[in-house]
């Protein structure tokens, strides 16, 4: 079945950067593009951005611009998601997701595969 | 961007309760409209795609309708493990995605 794993934990210091894993099985790695969505503490989810693993292209939401880099590895099916410049309110649960759909605009139809997500932490 | 807004923020409700959320997009996005539910410390799930299509394995209960710039989603009777946030997300837009506020759903 088509699942996500994230990796760890992270605690960071305000100003460093952390990259955070998702690897993708069960499916072909360059089919469905991959969405990272991030919670901090009680607050909603908030999208920020999207990689196609097939050419790696992106596009980012435009708070996020200029800190996130996304990037995959489609020998080991991983994608990351870097943010740099951290501050206290980058404190959340980071998820990846993906549509996995075998139709054609299935990008359309939201997000049905998710990781367990990572906790980063930014603190001093 | 695409502002997308939920009412109530929160309800409170029984079980057995009819339950209705809405979200209003700032503008139009024909049906490209999904809801998830979410319990705390827990992934989003899919519920609904394409404003009203049921996604598999979910219960009949829950239904979506809307289109346009209005869109909603009903719990027919509400059961114990309803109780949750539900966020809905415009795809229109694609690539660029964005959520609505968030509804809790309370036990009265």
């Known amino acids: 079945q088509v699942q996500l794993v994230q990796s760890g934990a992270e605690v960071k210091k305000p100003g460093a950067s952390v990259k955070v894993s998702c690897k993708a099985s069960g499916y072909t790695f360059t089919s469905y593009y991959m969405h990272w969505v991030r919670q901090a503490p009680g607050q909603g989810l908030e999208w920020m951005g999207i990689i196609n693993p097939s050419g790696g292209s992106t596009s980012y939401a435009q708070k996020f611009q200029g800190r996130v880099t996304m990037t995959r590895d489609t020998s080991t099916s991983t994608v990351y998601m870097e943010l740099s410049s951290l501050r206290s309110e980058d404190t959340a649960v980071y998820y990846c997701?993906?549509?996995?759909?075998?139709?054609?605009?299935?990008?359309?139809?939201?997000?049905?595969?998710w990781g367990q997500g990572t906790t980063v932490t930014v603190s001093s | 961007d695409i502002q997308m807004t939920q009412s109530p923020s929160s309800v409170s409700a029984s079980v057995g309760d009819r339950v209705t959320i809405t979200c209003r997009a700032s503008?139009?996005?024909?049906?490209?409209l999904a809801w998830y539910q979410q319990k705390p410390g827990k992934a989003p799930k899919l519920l609904i795609y394409a404003a009203s299509s049921l996604q598999s394995g979910v219960p009949s209960r829950f239904s979506g309708s809307g289109s346009g710039t209005d869109f909603t989603l009903t719990i027919s009777s509400l059961q114990p493990e309803d109780f949750a946030t539900y966020y809905c997300q415009q795809a229109n837009s694609f690539p660029r995605l964005t959520f609505g506020g968030g509804t809790k759903v309370e036990i009265k």
């Open positions: 997701a993906c549509r996995a759909m075998n139709i054609q605009k299935y990008y359309y139809y939201g997000m049905d595969v």
């Open positions: 503008q139009g996005i024909s049906s490209w």
